[in-house]
């Protein structure tokens, strides 16, 4: 199972590493397959991940990746289909927004629930989402009719970077550092996101790179912590 693992991880990176280069390039269709074939790789790379663990108790991470595959597949065909783009950009924040529940709920049934982490990251988190509510102007941001979703899609994402990081000092596992290094890269690509969706001029190959290299480096960092939970 360990071969089956570091395959999958290296063609996990590499699949990232093409989409990501040929999206700086070009939006189209050939980069939404390269897309698709990027995610199922983080996908596959988890089922490996969770068959090669001896001490997994939840198998909500698993659902949680697949639902980062279809919020792929939802963002990318706002750009295939733009008519229908403001259907899709809702789905996809639909899909990110289960992913996220379906990673909290993991953690919640992986490691002992702390009460003042909980505490904690719920206020930093509802702080964020208020923060990202009331100053997109000062941000240079116009969310539109997106505000409210992107303040709540904030709220959770923040909550669940925070408490994995304090789960990673209630008891430091390997497995708990790489699940927060890969939630934490989910979220710098959102704030990065954010910028390219509802900045000005800010859609840019660059910005494009470090976007998608994030969540991708993320997602994959995320599927790999299985493995090492003993």
């Given at each position: 199972?360990?071969?089956?693992?570091?395959?999958?991880?290296?063609?996990?990176?590499?699949?990232?590493?093409?989409?990501?280069?040929?999206?700086?390039?070009?939006?189209?269709?050939?980069?939404?397959?390269?897309?698709t074939v990027?995610?199922?790789?983080?996908?596959?790379?988890?089922?490996?991940?969770?068959?090669?663990?001896?001490?997994?108790?939840?198998?909500?991470?698993?659902?949680?990746?697949?639902?980062?595959?279809?919020?792929?597949?939802?963002?990318?065909?706002?750009?295939?289909?733009?008519?229908?783009?403001?259907?899709?950009?809702?789905?996809?924040?639909?899909?990110?927004?289960?992913?996220?529940?379906?990673?909290?709920?993991?953690?919640?049934?992986?490691?002992?629930?702390?009460?003042?982490?909980l505490v904690?990251?719920?206020?930093?988190?509802?702080?964020?989402?208020?923060?990202?509510?009331?100053?997109?102007?000062?941000?240079?941001?116009?969310?539109?009719?997106?505000?409210?979703?992107?303040?709540?899609?904030?709220?959770?994402?923040?909550?669940?970077?925070?408490?994995?990081?304090?789960?990673?000092?209630?008891?430091?596992?390997?497995?708990?550092?790489?699940?927060?290094?890969?939630?934490?890269?989910?979220?710098?690509?959102?704030?990065?996101?954010?910028?390219?969706?509802?900045?000005?001029?800010?859609?840019?190959?660059?910005?494009?790179?470090?976007?998608?290299?994030?969540?991708?480096?993320?997602?994959?960092?995320?599927?790999?912590?299985?493995?090492?939970?003993?």
């Amino acid at each position: 199972m360990t071969f089956w693992y570091i395959l999958l991880l290296i063609l996990a990176l590499a699949a990232a590493l093409v989409f990501t280069v040929q999206r700086a390039m070009k939006t189209d269709e050939k980069s939404l397959l390269l897309k698709t074939v990027a995610s199922i790789a983080f996908v596959l790379l988890g089922f490996v991940s969770f068959r090669g663990s001896d001490g997994v108790i939840s198998v909500c991470l698993l659902p949680g990746l697949v639902m980062g595959l279809i919020g792929d597949i939802y963002l990318d065909l706002k750009y295939v289909h733009p008519g229908t783009s403001t259907t899709y950009t809702f789905a996809g924040f639909g899909a990110f927004i289960l992913g996220h529940l379906f990673y909290l709920a993991f953690l919640f049934r992986q490691y002992p629930v702390s009460g003042a982490a909980l505490v904690i990251s719920i206020l930093i988190g509802i702080a964020a989402g208020i923060g990202i509510y009331v100053t997109p102007e000062r941000m240079r941001l116009n969310y539109g009719k997106f505000r409210v979703i992107s303040a709540c899609y904030a709220a959770l994402l923040v909550f669940v970077t925070v408490y994995a990081l304090c789960l990673c000092f209630a008891g430091f596992t390997a497995a708990k550092l790489l699940f927060f290094l890969g939630i934490a890269l989910f979220l710098f690509s959102d704030l990065v996101l954010s910028q390219i969706y509802f900045g000005e001029n800010k859609n840019t190959p660059l910005n494009s790179m470090i976007n998608h290299g994030a969540y991708y480096l993320g997602q994959i960092l995320i599927a790999a912590s299985l493995f090492l939970i003993r």
